[in-house]
């Protein structure tokens, strides 16, 4: 399996089931999967929600495209395979009926590639949420691949002399990225996702419930009661497997998920007198007031900003670090003196944030 074969199957499957996946949990009752695409006669009249989907993106080097929209219906995946030049696609799945076709268009020397998917089901008004969910397809996404020589133009973040191409591009019930690093590929997503995302190397495989903590959830797979698990004995293969595939997890993969930090971009070079450890400003000086790293001040939190701030106010607090941000706001960032853990929260770098204007300078 591709990497993007497996991240399309993780994204499929998100919603799927919920913790703590028993069918007798009342927020498993129905699906709660993204990328919904209903019958037309529950979707009419309410703005969220959607009888299909639209996906538009910009491609060049290339007039050759393949399409595939993967979906769940019936608690199966499904797949509808599209070329362009053909006549719309019909498809059935079960009760679920609809129609869906892959066109381009010649702009401006681009191509505009665009894939169109409905659900045509006949039903009637008034239906609950649950019997529309019984003739939708859900968590629907979309692959598009380009021929060799061709590639995708980011749909969100377009080099300039295509932007206003893809500005043109109107997407319905989905968001498209680049899904390969040869661009080749675009992934329509249920969800927003970044350029060419990735599944963590870390990761144990879809939980279902992974817009979650991944390690969080895993423990708590790991302490179903006894009751839960007999009551999964009976539950859909999919759910089978995953606890299987959960629980076989041992304490080092658990460890592996507890997280990570990857530097993409090196950091300017220090001096090597300077504390190449300390990062920040040494002292500023704001409205005339003047702060400096080591510096004492008295918390006065602005009611309302926060609430656990008040929890502060009127203690004693030293300047650990001083940082300006992108849009020139200036933050303290402090440690409480009189805080027991005070000089752990040091050593590890875990600082209150306040703005000059919350705090009173009494003296280094």
């Known amino acids: 399996m591709s990497r993007l074969d497996e991240l399309v199957d993780t994204l499929l499957w ?23 695409v209903y019958p037309p006669a529950y979707a009419a009249g309410n703005p969220h929600r959607f009888d299909r989907v639209k996906l538009q993106c910009i491609a060049r080097g290339t007039e050759t495209f393949a399409a595939v929209v993967h979906c769940l219906q019936g608690g199966e995946a499904r797949q509808i395979s599209l070329a362009p030049g053909e006549e719309p696609v019909a498809f059935a799945f079960g009760a679920v009926q609809g129609r869906a076709a892959l066109s381009t268009e010649d702009f401006s020397g681009l191509i505009r590639v665009t894939v169109a998917l409905e ?24 692959v598009v691949t380009c021929a060799p020589g061709g590639r995708f ?10 932007a206003v191409a893809v ?54 797979v790991l302490a179903l009661s006894d009751g839960e698990r007999a009551e999964l004995a009976g539950a859909d293969p999919e759910v089978k497997a995953m606890i299987e595939r959960a629980v076989s997890a ?59 701030d008040h929890l502060l106010d009127g203690r004693s607090a030293t300047i650990e670090r001083i940082y300006v941000d992108y849009d020139d706001q200036v933050h303290l960032c ?14 590890i770098g875990r600082y209150l944030y306040f703005k000059p204007d919350e705090v009173e300078a009494i003296g280094s």
């Open 167 to 220: 500005m043109t591009c109107a997407n319905v019930n989905i968001f498209p990225v680049l899904a390969t690093p040869e661009d080749d590929a675009i992934l329509g997503a249920a969800i927003i996702l970044p350029d060419h995302p990735e599944i963590a190397p870390e990761s144990k495989g879809s939980l279902f419930d992974s817009t979650e903590i991944e390690e969080a959830l895993l423990i708590h």
């Open 119 to 142: 659900n045509t089901t006949p039903a009637t008004d008034g239906m609950t949420r649950a019997e529309a969910l019984e003739l939708s397809l859900l968590s629907t996404h979309v």
């Open 14 to 36: 998100e919603g799927h089931q919920l913790y703590p996946y028993t069918p007798s949990a009342t927020k498993n009752a129905t699906p709660t999967p993204f990328g919904i």
């Open 250 to 308: 041992t304490p080092e993969d658990i460890m592996k998920l507890h997280g990570r930090v990857t530097v993409t971009d090196k950091a300017p070079a220090v001096p090597a007198e300077a504390d190449a450890e300390v990062r920040g400003e040494e002292t500023i000086v704001v409205d005339g007031r003047a702060f400096a790293r080591g510096g004492h001040v008295v918390l006065r939190p602005e009611p309302g900003r926060n609430a656990q």
């Open 334 to 347: 402090v440690t409480v003196d009189d805080d027991p853990g005070q000089d752990i929260m040091r050593d």
């Open 153 to 162: 133009l980011s749909p969100i973040d377009p080099p300039e002399d295509a």
